[in-house]
C-alpha cells in the first residue's frame, strides 16, 4: 500500500514538473512572438500616414458601443473621453442597460439630452428599449435607454442602432486613448481581410485623470492594483500579442474591440447567454470564416490604448476574476469541438488547447500543487529541499516573465519610466506571490465549478471612479495659472 | 513610440532571455526525464535545479539593471534631443521670417526642425525650408539612405524624412522600391510617392512621366487602402496618373481603389473613363464607378438605364449605390423607381432611398409623406416617418399614436 503510495506520489511530482515546464515554455514561446508583433509594429507605423489618416477622407467611420450598466461615478468622464477623439468621423451610442443608478439621468444633466423618437434597425433581437436620447450639443452622441438584458444584449442594442461599418465596443468605466481609432481603424483599411481588431488596456488607477484624459500615468497606490498592473501587461504584451503573430488570437478584451460590423452581423452578434462574450464572439467569428474558408485576419495592437479602471477591493476582483473563468470555460465548452480539430488550424491545434490545458486547467493543478505538497513533505515523498528550490524557480520564472512584460511596455509604451516605479514593480513581481496569486487562483478554481450553477451570472462591481480628486485639482490650478496670468499682464 | 532609440538592443536582450530560459527549461526536464528513468540520482537533479534556480536569479538582476540603464539613458537622450529640436525650430523659423538663410551644417537635431518646419508651413515659407533642405545636403543623404542595402529601420526612417520634405527627387528611387520585398517598405514608399508627388507644381516638372508611375503604381503588391491613400495623397496631380490607372489590363482591386480616390478627390474630368465602368463585368467596379458619379454629382448620359437594372441586383451595396445615384435622374421617373426602392428588404436601401427622395425636392417630399402614411409596406412607411422626423417635417407630439402607425 505504502509503496502505491509512494508511486502515485512520485507520478504526480513528475506530472507537476512537465506540466510546469510545459506551460513556461509556452509562456516563453508566446513571449518571443509577442515581442516580433511589437517589434514590427514600431516599424511598420508612420506618425506622418497617421496625421494624412486625420486630414484626408481616408477613413472607415465607427460607431462606439458603450454598454452601460450601474456606471454614474465614470460614465460622464468617459463619454467625454470618447466624444474628444481624434478622428474624423465617429459616433458614440452608450446603451444603458436598464440601469437601477442614475447613470441616465447623470448623461443627461451633463450632455444636455433630449428624447428622440425614432425606428431603427433590429438586425439583432434585444430587450426592449425605453427611449432614445440625443443631444443637441454633441450630434455624434446617441443614448439607448432600455431594459436590463446583460452586456451582451446592450452591445447588440448597440451594433443595432450603430450606423458606422465599424463597431467598437468600449467599457463604460475605460478611457481611450486619443489616437486609439486612428491606430487600430488604420489595420481595417491597410487589409480588407482584417475583421476585427483589439488593442491594449492598461490600469488607470492612481493615475491622474482630467476631462476625461488620462494626464499623468502613476502607479497606483494599493497593492492589489498594482498586481493588476502587472498582470495586464503580461496579458497584453506576452500573451495576446504573442498569440495575434501566428494569426490564433482567441480574445479581444471587451473593453475595447474594433470588429467589422457585417461579420459580427452575419455570425448573430454577441452571445447573451454567457459571462465571456467578448471571447465567445471572436472564437464564433474564427469558426465562421474557419468554416467557409474565407480569408480573414483577427489582430492584436499594441498601440491603441484603452485605460480601464481595475477593481481596488479584493471582493469585487474575486468576482471579476471568477467571472472570466466561468466565460473561459462557457467558451471553451461551446465551441469544444475545435479541440485538436485540424480544421481550424493553429486555432484548434494550439490555441484552443493552450486555453483548456493552461488557462483553464492551471487552477486546478496549481491548488493541488499547494495542499499536495505539505502533505507529500510531512509523509516524506518529496525532499523539502527539493520543494523549496522548485518552488523558488516557479517564482523566479513568473518574476522573468513579468520583468520582459514590463521592459516591452516601457520602451514601447513609455510608460511607468520613473526608477521608483520600475522599482516598485519589481518587487510587485515578487510579492504577486505571497497570497495574492493564491487567492486569485483559488477563485479561478472555485469559478471552475460554479460554471453551471452560475451560468450567466455578473455579480456586482464596485467602481470609484476616476479619482475625482485629481479631476478638478489639476482644472483648479489651470484656471488659477490663468488667472495668475491675466493678472500679471 | 515611433522606432525609439535603442529599441534593437532591448529587443535582442529580451530575445536573448527568452532563449537562454528556454534553454535552461530544456536542460532541467531532460534531468527530470534521467531521473525518472533512473539514469542519475537525487543529488544529480538537485545541483541541476539549483544550477537553473540561480541561473535564472541572474538572468533577472542583470536583465532588471541593464534594461532601467538604458531605460534612463534613452529617456535623458530623447529628452536632451527634443529640447534640441525646440531650440532649433526656434531658430529656424526666426531665420525663415527674417534672414532668410539657413545656419550651415545643421545638426541632427536641427536636420529634424528643418523636416518639421517643412512639413508644418506652406507657401513660400515652406519653399525655403526645401530650398534648405537642398542646400544643407540632406535631400541627397536622404535618397542615399533609402537607395542603399541599410536596415528596414533606416530605410523606414528616411521614407518618413522624404514623406515630410517632400523631395520630387526622390520620386525614381521611391517607385523603385514599390517593388521591394518588404511589405513595409512598399506601403511607406507609397505614402511618400504620394506626398511627393502631390507637391509637384506643372505637368512638365514631373521627374519621371505619369504613365509610368501609374504603370509601377499598378504592378506594385499594395494593399487596396494603401494604394487608394496614395492616390488620395497626390491630390491635384492624381488626375494624370489614375487616368493610367483605369485601364483594360487592371486588376479588381485597382480599378477599385483608383476609382474610389477619383470619387474623393472629386475628379469630375475622369467621367469620360470612371462613366464607361458601370458596365464593367465585375459588381464592385460597377459598385465604385456609381459611387464616384454620387460623389461628383454627376451621372453619364444613358445611365438611368443602368441604374434601373442595377436597382434589382442581389448585392445590397450595388442596390444601395444605384438608390443613391437617382438624386440625379428626373425627379418624376426617380420618385417612381425609389417608390419600389423603398420597400427593399435591406434596412440600408430603404434609408439611401429615403434620403434620396428627401433630396428630389418638392417632388421627393410629397413621395416621402405620401409612403410615410399609405405605403403598403411597413418598413416603407417606418422609413419616410423616421427621415420625417429626422428632418423636423413631422412632429411627434404623441409619440404612442407615431409607434403605432410605425
Known amino acids: ?489 | 513610440m515611433f522606432r525609439r532609440y535603442g529599441e534593437h538592443l532591448i529587443l535582442s536582450l529580451t530575445f536573448s532571455v527568452f532563449v537562454l530560459e528556454c534553454l535552461a527549461l530544456v536542460y532541467l526536464t531532460w534531468r527530470f526525464v534521467q531521473r525518472f528513468s533512473g539514469w542519475i540520482g537525487f543529488e544529480g537533479l538537485m545541483r541541476s535545479l539549483i544550477a537553473v534556480t540561480v541561473l535564472t536569479a541572474i538572468f533577472i538582476s542583470l536583465f532588471m539593471l541593464v534594461i532601467i540603464t538604458l531605460h534612463a539613458l534613452i529617456r535623458i537622450r530623447e529628452a536632451v534631443l527634443q529640447r534640441q529640436i525646440g531650440f532649433w525650430i526656434q531658430q529656424l523659423s526666426r531665420n525663415l521670417l527674417t534672414s532668410r538663410r539657413c545656419p550651415p551644417n545643421l545638426p541632427f537635431a536641427g536636420q529634424l526642425a528643418l523636416l518639421s518646419l517643412r512639413e508644418s508651413l506652406a507657401g513660400e515659407e515652406s519653399e525655403l525650408a526645401l530650398n534648405w533642405i537642398r542646400e544643407q545636403g540632406l535631400s541627397r543623404s536622404l535618397i542615399r539612405r533609402i537607395r542603399s542595402n541599410s536596415s528596414q529601420t533606416v530605410k523606414l526612417n528616411a521614407l518618413e524624412h522624404v514623406a515630410k520634405a517632400r523631395l520630387s527627387e526622390a520620386i525614381p528611387e521611391l517607385l523603385g522600391l514599390l517593388q521591394d520585398r518588404s511589405a513595409n517598405i512598399r506601403i511607406h514608399a507609397a505614402w511618400a510617392l504620394g506626398r511627393c508627388i502631390a507637391d509637384l507644381d506643372s505637368k512638365s516638372n514631373w521627374p519621371v512621366p505619369a504613365s509610368e508611375v501609374s504603370k509601377i503604381l499598378g504592378e506594385a503588391d499594395l494593399p487596396a487602402g494603401i494604394l487608394e491613400e496614395c492616390l488620395v495623397l497626390m491630390q491635384s496631380n492624381a488626375e494624370d496618373v489614375i487616368a493610367g490607372l483605369l485601364g483594360p489590363h487592371s486588376s479588381i482591386l485597382v480599378l477599385r481603389s483608383s476609382i474610389n480616390a477619383a470619387g474623393l478627390l472629386s475628379l469630375i474630368d475622369l467621367m469620360a473613363h470612371i462613366g464607361k465602368l458601370m458596365i464593367h463585368p465585375e459588381p464592385e467596379v460597377q459598385s465604385a464607378s456609381i459611387r464616384f458619379c454620387n460623389r461628383v454629382g454627376v451621372l453619364p448620359r444613358g445611365a438611368e438605364k443602368v441604374l434601373e437594372q442595377y436597382l434589382k441586383s442581389p448585392l445590397e451595396y450595388l442596390r444601395i449605390q444605384s438608390v443613391r445615384a437617382l438624386a440625379m435622374v428626373d425627379p418624376q421617373k426617380a420618385s417612381g423607381l425609389l417608390q419600389e426602392s423603398i420597400a427593399d428588404s435591406s434596412w440600408w436601401v430603404r434609408r439611401a432611398a429615403a434620403e434620396c427622395l428627401e433630396q428630389l425636392g418638392p417632388v421627393g417630399y410629397k413621395t416621402l409623406q405620401y409612403c410615410a402614411h399609405f405605403h403598403p409596406d411597413s418598413f416603407a412607411r417606418q422609413t419616410c416617418l423616421q427621415l420625417l422626423l429626422d428632418r423636423g417635417w413631422m412632429k411627434a407630439d404623441d409619440p404612442r399614436h407615431f409607434w403605432e402607425t410605425a
Open chain 1, 1 to 489: 500500500m505504502n509503496d502505491l503510495w509512494h508511486q502515485l506520489a512520485l507520478f504526480f511530482q513528475y506530472f507537476v514538473i512537465a506540466y510546469f515546464a510545459l506551460v513556461n515554455m509556452t509562456h516563453a514561446w508566446l513571449g518571443y512572438m509577442g515581442l516580433r508583433t511589437l517589434a514590427r509594429y514600431t516599424r511598420s507605423i508612420s506618425e506622418t500616414s497617421l496625421k494624412d489618416l486625420l486630414e484626408r477622407d481616408i477613413y472607415k467611420p465607427i460607431s462606439i458601443l458603450v454598454p452601460a450598466y450601474n456606471e454614474e461615478a465614470t460614465i460622464v468622464n468617459s463619454v467625454q473621453s470618447f466624444l474628444g477623439l481624434h478622428y474624423p468621423e465617429f459616433e458614440v451610442v452608450v446603451v444603458a442597460d436598464g440601469p437601477t443608478d442614475r447613470t441616465v439621468q447623470t448623461l443627461i444633466e451633463a450632455f444636455g439630452l433630449v428624447e428622440e423618437p425614432r425606428i431603427w434597425r433590429q438586425a439583432l433581437p434585444t430587450q426592449a428599449v425605453r427611449r432614445v436620447l440625443r443631444s443637441p450639443a454633441f450630434p455624434n452622441l446617441l443614448v439607448v435607454d432600455k431594459e436590463n438584458g446583460g452586456k451582451a444584449d446592450a452591445l447588440n442594442a448597440g451594433i443595432n442602432f450603430s450606423r458606422f461599418p465599424l463597431v467598437c465596443a468600449v467599457d463604460a468605466d475605460s478611457l481611450l486613448d486619443a489616437q486609439a481609432l486612428l491606430r487600430a481603424s488604420r489595420l481595417f483599411l491597410e487589409d480588407e481581410q482584417v475583421m476585427a481588431v483589439g488593442g491594449t488596456i492598461r490600469p488607470l488607477n492612481g493615475s491622474e485623470v482630467v476631462r476625461g484624459w488620462v494626464r499623468q500615468l502613476k502607479l497606483p497606490k494599493s497593492w492589489i492594483e498594482r498586481f493588476q498592473v502587472l498582470e495586464y501587461a503580461r496579458a497584453f504584451f506576452s500573451g495576446r500579442a504573442g498569440w495575434s503573430a501566428i494569426d490564433a488570437l482567441l480574445i479581444i478584451s471587451g473593453a475595447f474591440g474594433l470588429f467589422r460590423r457585417t461579420s459580427v452581423l452575419e455570425v448573430g452578434g454577441y452571445k447573451t447567454d454567457t459571462v465571456g462574450e467578448d471571447m465567445e464572439l471572436v472564437v464564433r467569428l474564427h469558426r465562421h470564416f474557419r468554416e467557409r474558408k474565407i480569408p480573414y485576419r483577427m489582430l492584436f495592437t499594441p498601440d491603441p490604448i484603452c485605460w480601464t479602471e481595475v477593481p481596488s477591493d479584493m471582493r469585487t476582483l474575486r468576482r471579476q476574476r471568477n467571472r472570466w473563468q466561468r466565460g473561459l470555460w462557457e467558451t471553451l465548452w461551446t465551441h469544444r469541438i475545435m479541440l485538436f480539430n485540424p480544421r481550424y488550424g493553429k486555432l484548434g491545434m494550439l490555441a484552443v488547447p493552450y486555453y483548456w490545458f493552461v488557462e483553464w486547467f492551471s487552477p486546478v493543478i496549481e491548488l493541488l500543487g499547494y495542499v499536495m505538497i505539505p502533505f507529500f513533505l510531512i509523509t516524506g515523498t518529496l525532499s523539502q529541499d527539493f520543494a523549496l528550490m522548485f518552488l523558488g524557480l516557479a517564482v523566479l520564472y513568473g518574476v522573468l516573465l513579468s520583468q520582459i512584460s514590463i521592459a516591452m511596455e516601457t520602451q514601447m509604451m513609455q510608460s511607468y519610466t520613473r526608477l521608483r516605479e520600475r522599482l516598485i514593480l519589481f518587487a510587485t513581481a515578487f510579492l504577486e506571490f505571497v497570497g495574492y496569486r493564491q487567492i486569485i487562483t483559488f477563485e479561478r478554481f472555485v469559478a471552475t465549478f460554479q460554471v453551471w450553477r452560475k451560468r450567466g451570472e455578473w455579480g456586482t462591481m464596485t467602481r470609484k471612479g476616476f479619482k475625482p480628486a485629481t479631476l478638478e485639482a489639476p482644472i483648479e490650478q489651470e484656471e488659477k495659472d490663468a488667472k495668475q496670468l491675466q493678472e500679471s499682464k
